[in-house]
C-alpha cells in the first residue's frame, strides 16, 4: 500500500502538535533554568518540522501528477501512484489478504476474552491451530496441531518458567506447576 506523503505528513503533525501541548502539563522543577518539558517539546518541534515538509512534498507530487488517479499497473504502484491519495497493491485486493487480517484479529480478541478464564497454554494453542489452518490450511491438520503444540509449550517454558514472565494461569498451567 503507498499512501501520499501528504496524508502521512498530517498525522506527524497532528502527533507533534499533541505532544507539543501534553508536554506543557509537565510539572516544572524549582531552580532549574529549563523544565522536563524542554526535550519533549524540541522533538515535538522536529517531528512537526518533518511533518510539515511531508505534507509540502506530498501535496507537489500530487499537483505534479495533475492530481489524476490515472489507470494504474505493475502491481497499482506505478504510473500515477503519485495522484492518488491512498494505492493498494495487487496482493491487498485478493480476499485472502482480508481474510488473514480477520483471522490475526479473531485471534487477538480471542486471547484478551479468554487467556484469564482459560489460562495462557490452552488459549494460544487455540489460537495458533487456527492461523495455521488459516494460512498452510486444513489439509496439514495434523503438523498444524504439533507445530502449535511445540510453539506454546516453548513460549511457556521460555517466558513462564525460565524468564519468570506472568503468564495466564488457567487448569492446565495449575497442573504443570505440581508436575514441574
Known amino acids: ?7 502521512t505528513g498530517a498525522l506527524f503533525l497532528l502527533l507533534a502538535i499533541l505532544a507539543f501541548v501534553h508536554a506543557g502539563s509537565f510539572a516544572a522543577m524549582p531552580g532549574v533554568p529549563y523544565g522536563p518539558s524542554l526535550f ?4 515535538a518541534g522536529v517531528m512537526g518540522l518533518g511533518g510539515l515538509l511531508l505534507m509540502i512534498n506530498g501535496l507537489r507530487a500530487r499537483r505534479a501528477a495533475g492530481g489524476d ?3 494504474g499497473s505493475a ?3 506505478a504510473d500515477g501512484a503519485a495522484g492518488r ?3 493498494l497493491a495487487d496482493w491487498a485486493r485478493r480476499g485472502r489478504s482480508y481474510l488473514l487480517f480477520l483471522a490475526i484479529v479473531g485471534v487477538m480478541l480471542f ?3 479468554a487467556a484469564d478464564m482459560l489460562g495462557f497454554l490452552p488459549t494460544v494453542l487455540a489460537m495458533l491451530i487456527a492461523l495455521l489452518s488459516v494460512t498452510r490450511g486444513l489439509g496439514r491438520s495434523l503438523s498444524n496441531v504439533v507445530i502449535a503444540l511445540l510453539t506454546a509449550v516453548g513460549i511457556y517454558l521460555l517466558f513462564g518458567l525460565a524468564l519468570r514472565v506472568p503468564l495466564p494461569v488457567g487448569p492446565v498451567e495449575d497442573m504443570l506447576r505440581g508436575i514441574l
Open 85 to 87: 491519495w491512498v494505492t
Open 1 to 7: 500500500m503507498k499512501v501520499n506523503d501528504a496524508i
Open 75 to 77: 502491481g497499482g504502484l
Open 69 to 71: 488517479p490515472g489507470n
Open 111 to 113: 486471547y484478551i476474552l
Open 40 to 43: 519533549p517539546r524540541v522533538v
